[in-house]
């Protein structure tokens, strides 16, 4: 399977899919806004392509916004591949069929994220990175918690909201596939 994952219809789902991160990113980053919805390619792609697919997608999404606009974004590599990991495994396993299992997928996706995020956050970058979310880890902080807890929180809140959204948004723009273009992936049984 993982030799057919690499026809040059996947190629062009990634580099869409690359494009589609970056631009949902970076106007969230604009915004400065506590989530990020920076993933949605990468969920798209590990949905319709699997576990691996989605793993590139998210590491060359953060090395190539790592290379052209955010350097911040390349240390993230691997959370972005554990999310494209995390969200193929559950798709594979059916949980893209229905909202409720959507929503528990971003929940599941959120806790792997967490687990990836807090050391890298907390250790290369004293728990703040420019992101909305450097409001909750100072606030949390000063409230008495530690550095640790208080990233922890922090990514756990807002990756909660932002991974629940994203699947949600890619359940529903998968499910609206036209049949014609769907019958070309055949992983899209596990969102139907």
């Known amino acids: 399977m993982a ?3 690499f026809t040059s219809q996947a190629l062009a789902l990634i580099v869409i899919s ?12 604009m915004l400065k806004l506590p989530i990020f919805l920076d993933s949605i390619g990468t969920i798209i792609s590990a949905v319709l392509l699997g576990p691996l697919v989605g793993m590139l997608t998210g590491l060359l ?4 916004w790592g290379l052209l606009t955010d350097p911040i974004a390349a240390a993230f590599a691997p959370v972005a591949m554990v999310i494209g990991l995390a969200a193929g495994w559950l798709a594979r396993a059916g949980w893209f ?3 409720p299992k959507v929503v528990m997928s971003g929940v599941l996706i959120t806790i792997a994220v967490t687990l990836v995020a807090v050391p890298l956050r907390t250790a ?12 909750f880890v100072g606030w949390m902080h000063a409230m008495g918690q530690n550095l640790v807890e208080s990233v922890a929180f922090a990514v756990f809140g807002a990756n909660l909201l932002d991974k629940v959204l ?3 948004i890619v ?8 049949q014609r273009t769907a019958r070309h992936f055949p992983a899209m049984a596990a969102v139907r």
């Open 124 to 135: 290369l970058f004293g728990g703040v990175t420019g992101s909305g979310a450097d409001l």
């Open 61 to 64: 999404t953060n090395l190539l």
């Open 171 to 178: 359940w529903l723009l998968l499910r609206r596939l036209p």
């Open 18 to 29: 690359i494009a589609i991160n970056m631009i949902g990113g970076q106007l969230i980053s």
């Open 97 to 99: 069929r229905t909202l």
């Open 166 to 168: 994203t699947v949600v």
């Open 3 to 5: 030799h057919r994952s």
